[in-house]
């Protein structure tokens, strides 16, 4: 068969099964002009772009059941789609595909003060749900940067992390009933609302963090919490990593119970930040030449000045002893919002400075420091015209080890050499007991690494039940296996 004639074939194909999506939601809900596809072939890095032979927005459960399943009887592949925020490229069509976007599914279903359970379409932002939780004094403990357009489906499906992991764990630990529609179009209604079913295999886990390989995630059950009285925030200039790792220790000690984030920015990462965003610099007392910094935060749930007074104390005990060299304690909640957005700047200011490499690694905390000498050298000797942007998650030992060039101009040099880095940081951070991908997963951009570094039955078993839930491969083809 000549390839004239496959393109043939697989463009009559395609046809027929846009008529059939059309005739089963409705030509409103099925985007085929190339200006309203656009937005969804590529995402908001424009990092990763691909084509989307046409884009679904199903309103329920029930369409996206029957676009599945006509996707399934004539062999089409399909893109699951949440807010298109992550890091990997797991939800931009490597091949042309059915991109299924959940966007328009954002009903709450059911809300239980009691059994503090929130069940919702998957469509539904993390903010928006985290609002919800809010209104009614109760908290969904899932803190990321990009909450205003990320979908509940797409930070289950990619197991999202973010900032309180330390106390309140990742997203895994926060669902307790799933809704998936397989890959042949059934339902698997798993919406329970109970914290404890021991029934057999926890399927759940297996969809979660899966990246839309093996079905789509379309209503959840989120396990919420008190909300906290207050909270106490602080950023503050740290010498170096191990001063930093005492402050962790000291703060542990002080305040077991309440210390929800412990956030790291090395020196140049803060430079960065202040070079991109004066403002927010400005507003901090904050300049390119403070070095590193460490963003704190804690719960006070007692109403009381207690948890502050305890903060003050112990962060007050760290300048004695020069673990910190400020302490700027947030008095206000719009000094508090300038701290996080200081730290949520970090993303954007590095777009801002050219092509950016991302690498989001984890090792047992006390090999941190391991990991950001021996990980900026083998950077250095890679790519001399990179700068290692090293940032994040540090109480959880998860660092973002990103790196971006010393100049504009060095962009392509720095791409050239990504595949480099990128194995020289996966490589050493399996080396440290850790993990090459900590929570942005593994999408399209570390496929590699998860072949290379990850043992023959680990994989084989990923592979098993990949088969065994997509067997004609067609879910997210080209992601994570
Ligand atoms: C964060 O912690 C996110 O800010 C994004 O995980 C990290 O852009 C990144 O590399
Ligand atoms: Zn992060």
Redesign the pocket.
Known sequence: MSGHSVTANASAMTETVIAALVDAIGSGSVLTDPADRARYESDWRNRYSGTASCVVLPRSTAEVAKVMSICYEARVAVVPQGGRTG?VGGAIPQIPSVVISLERMTQIRAFDPLGMTLAVDAGLTLGAARAYAGEHDLALPIL???EGSAQIGGIIATNA???NVLRYGMTRQRVIGLEVVLADGRIWNGMRSVAKDNTGYGLQHLFIGSEGTLGIVTGAVLQLSPAPRGVVTALCPVPSIDAALSVLLKLRAAMPEALVAF?FMSAATVALIASQRPDLAAALAISGESGACLLVECEDFTGTDATQDRMHDALGNALETGEISDALLAQSVAQRDAIWAF??A??FA?NGVGY?V???VSVPIGRIPDLLAQGSAAIMAICPDAVPIC???LGDGNI?F?VSPAVPEASAALQGCEPQINAALADLSEELGGSFSA??GVGQSKRDSLSRLRSGPELEMMRQIKAALDPLGLMNTGKLL
């Open positions: 890091l990321i940067g990009a992390g973010g900032s956030e730290r949520e970090i993303s590095q950016s991302k690498n989001d940032y994040g998650h973002h990103n929570e942005h």
